[in-house]
Every structure is written in C-alpha cells, then in structure tokens.
C-alpha cells in the first residue's frame, strides 16, 4: 500500500518537479533493525537543510552519507532531543549535482509496537544560493510485537532436501493459529511440530491449523522438509493469518518470508594438509584431503601435482622430494556431479639440521632449539624438531651438531 500511495503522489507531481521522499518498509517488529533511505530526485543541488521528526520511541542507530548519481552526498546530522534529526548537507567542492539517488541512509528500531509517523521538511539550495522548488514526501511504518518469521537456507542444490522453520518470536497467551504456506518450485515431503500441527495439501500450497493452548514467548512452530526442484528461485510464504489468544482475541503479527536460491550442483571445497610439516629431502610426506568435502553429493576424485612434476590420486598420498626447495602443491577434487575445486599449498623442503633456515649449522640453531626445550607435539610440527620424534631435547642438537658450518 506505501508503494501504491508513493507512486501516485509522485504521478501527481509535474513532470518537470523534483522531490526528497523518506523511503523505508511498511511494516517491521519491536527490535528489529530497518533502513530509512532520504530518496531524491533533484537539479544542480549544493546544499541541504532538513529535519526529519519522528515517535520517541524510535531509536536511530547510525545516520551515513547518501549518493546521488555518482557523487556522494557528505552529512553533518544530530538528534535534538528524541523525536527529531537535523540534517546538513552542502557539496562545496563539487556543486551543482544532478539525477537520482538518496541524500542519506538512517538505521533505526522501534521499541514498542504501534505506528510510526515520519516527517520531513526543510530548504535545498543550487550552488548560487537559490532555493530549489521540490516535494517533501513523508512516510509510516507500522510496528508489531509478534513476528512469524519463515527460516530457510539461502542457497540449496536441486534435488536436495531443505529444511525449512516456521517461528513465532514475542507472543502472549496464544491459543491458535490458521494460516497457508504457499511454495513455489518446492516438492512438500512432510511437517513436524511439537505442537497439535494439522494441514491439508494442495498445489503448492498448505492449509495449516495449530492448536498451542496457551503459550508465550518465542516458539518454534513447525518444521517442513521440501525437495528443491529446478535450479532458480524458490519462495515460500505465509498467507491468510489469523492468530488468537485464550481469550479468541487476534493476535497481530509481522510476517517474513523466505527465498532459497537453487543451483543445478553446488561446487566441492578443497582442502589439504601435511605430515610433516618441515620435510627433508627424501623423507616421505603425507599428503592428507580429508578435509575436503561436498554439500550436496560425494567427491569422487582426488588429483595431486606435487610441484615437482609428479602426480598423485586419491585422498590420502604419500610423496618424496629429492631435492630441498619450496614446492606449489596442487590439489583438485571432482564431485559426483562433475564440478571442480582446486587449492594450492606451499610445502618447504629444507635440511633439518638447519633449524633457522639461513643456511647453515651453527650457534642460532642451538638458540631455536632451546627456545622450546622440552617441549612434546607430532613428529616436525615444528622445526626445532630437527629429529622429528616429537620432542625437543639434546637429540635434535645432536643433529645440528653433526653438520655443524659455524
């Protein structure tokens, strides 16, 4: 309906006016952040000098800097006392900025439910001081106490199964509920709920009965398990509500639906660590993807190029390097579907006496080692473990010592 009336206010305008109209929902709960644009529609615009008044029992967060076409509109704002913002905006080093945007964006709460009333008014100016004849358009968000809100996974792969909540936050002494559940590329497949949950089935759509008793506070209402169906957009909404409390007297409520977005095939992730962590030479290294994985299906190939021109399969290896160096590993993992992820490690091979890594044997080496004496974890977590048995001791200075170089 606020879009209805904005539309036909802004038809009523003549075509050649201009208008700063507040822009935010219809509707929202108790503590619920929403977003207040200051929208615009202006000509050669300088500077700015409005108020913006609203119930005391609205609560602004934040107040930014808007953006009108491709210019950012700097903000000077402050609150006088609760119910009103003073705005200031002037564009000294630009001037005269023309088109479509908003002034500013507003972040704001209600804490306490009933209708909020936004007022806007003030003076806009051109670069030369002259006032600019525009609309001030004004606006109104009705705030509820209760909300049933309809909780469902952002993203899902087609054919797979999404669940799917249906919530009630802050109510009192509800008795009943009837309402329908509308859905679109969706397969029903079947509800729960701790409640008395009743519904029949129809073509996309189901016509819910509960039955709570008398119960309060914030309640999970139901859970449905859907098969997604193509790969797009799948909404499911409430319709038709109708809520009471012990005594038959409705019970209002913010309702929010939700959208999943489908794909064909979600892509796996990969992932992939080693033992030991500091090789030698020669030493055999175990290269391990078992944290790679697949949301919606199995990994079925595991591919490794350990950057030495050797390859590998599966998902755990085993590899040796010949030659000291660093080496770029790459892993790339294929799920049932096809789909591909690929990751790409560093791996250090060094010789093991040379626990700084500069190069040579000597006095610092002995230092790295006593900075964690004594010390226990897996074999070569660390470099001090120069003998890699898991604990740093005289054994590992033993090694330095035998290629000691000064």
Sequence with gaps: MKSIILILAILAIPANAYYISIDMPEKNVIGNEFTIYIDASISNFDSANYTINFPDWI???????????????????????????????????????????????????????????FYINGIVS????????????????????????????????????????????????????????????????????????????????????????????????????????????????????TLSNINASEIEAYIENATITIFDNFAPSANFSWQPL???????????????????????????????????????????????GEYNVTLVVTDDDGAIATVEKSIVVWMVWDVNMDGRA???DLIAIAQHWNEHGEPAWIRADANHDGIINVLDLIVVAIHWTG
């Design 362 to 364: 000597n006095v610092l």
């Design 278 to 324: 500091y090789p030698d030479a020669n030493e055999s290294v175990i290269f391990n993807a078992n944290s790679s994985y697949d949301v919606d299906g199995d990994i079925v190939n595991y591919t490794w190029q350990f950057g030495d021109g050797s390859t590998g399969y599966g998902m755990i290896v085993n590899h040796s390097y010949t030659a000291y």
């Design 59 to 117: 609560e602004i967060i934040d107040i930014e800097e808007g953006k009108i076409e491709n210019s950012t509109i700097p903000i000077n704002a402050s609150m006088i006392g609760t119910e009103k913002c003073s705005i200031i905006q002037n564009m000294p080093s630009i001037g005269n900025v023309s088109g479509n945007g908003y002034l500013a964006l507003i972040k704001a709460k209600a804490l306490k439910k009933g209708v909020a009333n």
């Design 126 to 241: 051109d670069s030369n001081g002259n006032e600019i004849n525009l609309t001030w358009m004004n606006a109104s968000i009705k705030i509820y106490e209760t909300m049933l809100k309809v909780v469902a996974p952002k993203e899902a792969s087609k054919n797979s199964t999404v669940l799917v909540s249906l919530l009630l936050y802050n109510v009192k002494n509800i008795n009943a509920a009837n309402f329908e559940i509308d859905y679109e590329n969706l397969q029903f497949i079947n509800a729960s709920s701790q409640f008395n949950f009743s519904f029949s089935q129809d073509i996309g759509k189901l016509k819910t009965f509960v039955l709570f008793g008398n119960e309060s506070g914030n309640l999970s209402v139901a859970t449905l398990r859907f098969k997604c169906m193509n790969s797009g957009m799948a909404k499911i909404g409430i319709r038709n509500v």
